[in-house]
């Protein structure tokens, strides 16, 4: 019988009772299971980190059966051992509880176990590989944690639209997308267009297993590309009310975003390569130093309602509010309804109060129009390093096309900590809305992209609405962008 104590860290398993009787637990010595992300070697035996635990139930002769993942070959793998636990409340002690539930209770400290989960898996995401993904990596997790899954095989774009519009919200706490942005971006479409909105926000979650070539989602609020660490991440982390963004437009009506909007350089290298799919995300770095390289220009009009009027208020709000999170405001509809939207855009020659058009030199010269509200784009691609989850701002950053080629190549180079933000052709602020007319000429052809999906090339209005998903982040906060440690 294996021996195991639970201490302030973890399960302390003892080494020595657990070499004869625990197959497959201890496949590798204490040292060697030291090195491995989330194991800890202490003097007498190998700690399971009460985060890595994931089921805990009662065994013959008052043992307890102990369900953990441990990382194997860059992989989680579950694992499962019986053992005699000790320590913490112990039954015999006044007001304990038994092992079972104390276990339970420490391995779930941030979250409820054993949900009841819609699980979305794209077969075309990823240049194939979703199925495979989620089979190996993220369902033998959600099954060892007694998730109930409802699994959904997605057919064609926009079935998890329909599927989200008609389902019993009441049978789920939430929404495993196993694919790219994709699939997140018609969820939330399906869950806004339902009537009971409001309840279905409140009440599901949304998060990404990373499997696609795009996974903003995963890897901004869940810190990994990796789709079994992810679904650790989900089942264990904090549960954030973060802003959606409102998309406005005359072809599309209305729709939410969570991601981003792009039109110029990033879109063409996004949507625009669409065809060179097969050779996987190094596809966008090589269209977007193509479309730099030719100093591609993108004409437009930008017009926005200001949250930071320059790069230094900009720092100071978010060294506010960075360490804040979480939404007070309850969820209601008009908290879901557009402001400047009654069907149709706003009269461009009658802006609504507060509203301002940006510098008219820079938006017919521009090269990259971006606004989103996740600060990794990609993996290297910290391209919102300032973004919030629920700060009540949209990211804008926007490149002057009329910039030397070095320079728009530096801080091309320096998107992997962010620090684009601060070259001189670059602009960045916080907006509450804004409008986009792209003014291309007759005959030219482009891309906007929402959400890294293609979106017709026409005049948008973007709203933010405050707190609206329910998502998942390890401690409550995006992945660490560093942008107070990268400040020029
Ligand atoms: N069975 C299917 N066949 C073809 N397309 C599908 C299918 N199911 C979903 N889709 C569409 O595939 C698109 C891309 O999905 P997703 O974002 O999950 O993958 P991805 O590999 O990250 O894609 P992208 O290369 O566009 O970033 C979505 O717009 C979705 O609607």
């Not at 009460?50 to 009662?58: D, L, P, Q, Y």
């Not at 728009?408 to 052709?425: E, N, Y």
Request: proline residues 4%; charged residues 25%; hydrophobic residues 40%.
């Amino acid at each position: 019988m294996v021996l195991a104590k639970i201490t302030d860290h973890g399960l302390l398993m003892d080494q020595t009772s657990s070499e004869t009787s625990s197959a497959g637990l201890f496949c590798c010595s204490p040292s060697e299971l030291a090195d491995k992300n989330g194991f800890e070697e202490l003097s007498s035996g190998t700690l399971i980190p009460f985060k890595n635990i994931v089921w805990v139930e009662g065994a013959l002769n008052e043992s307890v059966e102990i369900t953990y993942v441990e990382q194997q070959d860059s992989h989680l793998k579950v694992r499962t051992v019986v053992a005699d636990v000790t320590g913490g409340k112990q039954s015999n002690e006044p007001g304990s509880k038994s092992a079972v539930s104390q276990l339970m209770a420490l391995a779930y400290a941030n979250s409820e176990p054993k949900k009841s989960v819609i699980v979305f898996v794209n077969p075309h995401s990823g240049k194939g590989k979703a199925i495979h993904l989620y089979a190996h990596e993220v369902e033998p997790i959600l099954s060892a944690a007694r998730y109930h899954v409802e699994l959904v095989k997605t057919e064609y774009t926009g079935h998890a639209t329909e599927y989200m519009k008609h389902v019993d919200i009441n049978k789920y706490d939430g929404v495993i997308c196993a694919s790219g942005d994709g699939i997140p971006h018609e969820v939330l479409n399906g869950i806004y267009s339902r009537e009971d909105r409001v309840r279905a926000f409140e009440r599901l979650f949304i998060a990404q297993t990373p499997c696609g070539s795009g996974n903003a989602m995963a890897l901004s609020c869940l810190g990994t590309l990796k789709p079994g660490l992810a679904t650790l991440e989900i089942i264990k982390g904090h549960t954030v009310r973060s802003d959606l963004m409102l998309i406005c437009s005359k072809s599309a009506g209305l729709r939410v975003s969570f991601l981003s909007q792009t039109y110029g350089v990033i879109a063409e290298a996004d949507i625009g390569t669409e065809w060179m799919r097969f050779i996987g995300e190094i596809r966008f770095d090589i269209g977007v130093a193509f479309k730099i390289l030719r100093r591609k220009q993108f004409p437009c009009r930008v017009a926005v309602k200001r949250i930071t009027n320059d790069k230094q208020e900009l720092l100071e709000r978010y060294k506010s509010q960075y360490q804040q999170h979480g939404v007070t405001r309850l969820l209601d509809e008009d908290a879901l309804k557009p402001k400047y939207f009654d069907g149709q855009l706003f009269d461009d020659n009658q802006l609504p109060a507060g509203w301002e058009w940006l510098d008219d030199n820079v938006t017919q010269n521009l090269s990259i129009f971006y606004a989103g509200k996740l600060p990794y784009i990609s993996k290297d691609v910290d391209f919102f390093p300032a973004a919030l989850p629920n700060d009540g701002a949209i990211d804008l950053v926007l490149f002057d096309g009329r910039a030397q080629v070095w320079k728009s190549a530096h801080s091309l180079l320096q998107l992997d900590k962010g620090m684009h933000v601060w070259h001189d052709h670059v602009d960045h602020m916080k907006v509450e809305s804004l409008k986009l007319v792209p003014m291309l000429e007759q005959g030219r052809t482009s891309y906007i992209s929402v959400d890294g999906e293609n979106f017709p090339v026409e005049t948008i209005q973007v709203e933010v609405l405050l707190g609206v998903m329910k998502t998942v982040m390890n401690d409550g906060r995006y992945k660490d962008s560093g942008f107070l440690a990268h400040i020029p």
